[in-house]
T-cell receptor, first 114, second 114 residues
């Protein structure tokens, strides 16, 4: 089955540590995205990538970094510079069709930093 | 700057009746609009979309309406079922410097009462 896999489902870290969230897709999609969900704030865009080896900052990129070395993979690193890292993180991808290219989401990673 | 707004945080509807979820946007350059359904601790699931060249799109019990002059879209669910109870997000696609990103609203929690 094609889809997006995010791992792990739950992640716990101590303050001051960097942590990397995994996102893998086998949908052959070119574009991939990272969103963060906080209560009452909807989904906010962190980073996105249209093609391999290229990515752009979203609306809340500070304290995060990404890489896109392979089409299938778009890992997100939450650095110690991110002031409020505890959140639910969602990875998504989209295909090439212009008006038939909805975002497909993974099931998310809940990160808790204490 | 909230470019996509869902002004109703919650909505309760009786089973069998119509649910109407609303969404407003500010950027006239958005060209593609989507609705997603989300359960807690899961990724959003795509429901239905509409391009800016249309004003209506139907898929089974779900219909999306787009009013470009008012910068408003709505999702109609008829008839509503208890399984429709979830948080619904609207999203819009926009272009920035040749790249495309999807902006989400803050969500509306729908409760369908049996």
């Amino acid at each position: 089955d094609g889809g997006i896999t995010q791992s792990p489902k739950y992640l716990f870290r101590k303050e001051g540590q960097n942590v990397t969230l995994s996102c893998e897709q086998n949908l052959n999609h070119d574009a991939m995205y990272w969103y963060r969900q906080d209560p009452g704030q909807g989904l906010r865009l962190i980073y996105y990538s249209q093609i391999v080896n290229d990515f752009q900052k979203g609306d809340i990129a500070e304290g995060y970094s990404v890489s896109r070395e392979k089409k299938e993979s778009f890992p997100l690193t939450v650095t110690s510079a991110q002031k409020n890292p505890t959140a639910f993180y969602l990875c998504a991808s989209s295909g090439q069709g212009w008006y038939n290219s909805p975002l497909h989401f993974g099931n998310g990673t809940r990160l808790t930093v204490t | 700057d909230q470019q996509v707004k869902q002004n109703s945080p919650s909505l309760s509807v009786q089973e069998g009746r119509i649910s109407i979820l609303n969404c407003d946007y500010t950027n006239s350059m958005f060209d593609y609009f989507l609705w997603y359904k989300k359960y807690p601790a899961e990724g959003p699931t795509f429901l239905i979309s509409i391009s800016s060249i249309k004003d209506k799109n139907e898929d089974g019990r779900f219909t999306v309406f787009l009013n470009k002059s008012a910068k408003h879209l709505s999702l109609h669910i008829v008839p509503s079922q208890p399984g429709d109870s979830a948080v619904y997000f609207c999203a819009a696609r926009g272009a920035t410097s040749g790249t495309y990103k999807y902006i989400f609203g803050t969500g509306t929690r729908l409760k369908v009462l049996a």
